[in-house]
């Protein structure tokens, strides 16, 4: 159950951030955190990772949602032992729902979190997603190394 509070913690503090910045930032510009380093970027992303795919928006619905059914479904059959698992499914849902909202609400994905060296800019569920996807294939390579 923690991990679903997490999840729903991830969530809101994706949506958050997402409100914050598109308030704060104006279309177009950038707010510098760490200058030269950091920045809070707001950008339009109409496809999949990197901007892949524009414009298939209804397929990224449709997966998305069939993604997170999925997830629920494993998260609910783990047991209680592998918590490194779970917690992997709530991150990696969390920031599935957090972009789903988006694409259903705006038509697109908010991205702002722009890294210099990092090719593309992103968002708190991204963040969620690949650290979550990260302790899922931890977790997997654990149990099959036991």
Same mark, same amino acid.
Request: aromatic fraction near 24%.
């Given at each position: 159950m923690r991990f679903v509070l997490i999840g729903a913690a991830i969530v809101a503090l994706d949506q958050l951030t997402k409100a914050l910045v598109g &308030?704060?930032?104006p279309p177009g510009g950038a707010r510098p955190v760490i200058p030269g380093l950091l920045s809070l970027r707001p950008a339009e992303n109409f496809g999949a990772a990197f901007g892949f795919f524009p414009r298939w928006t209804?397929?990224?619905i449709a997966i998305a949602v069939v993604a997170v059914s999925l997830m629920a479904y494993w998260y609910r059959r783990l047991t209680w032992q592998r918590q490194a698992a779970k917690a992997g499914l709530a991150l990696a849902a969390a920031g599935a729902v957090g972009n789903l909202i988006d694409r259903v609400r705006f038509g697109y994905v908010r991205d702002f979190i722009d890294v &210099?060296?990092?090719?593309a800019i992103f968002n708190v569920a991204d963040v969620a997603i690949v650290?979550?996807?990260g302790l899922l294939l931890i977790a997997l390579w654990r149990e099959e190394a036991r």
């Open positions: &308030r704060t930032v209804l397929l990224f &210099r060296w990092y090719p650290v979550g996807i």
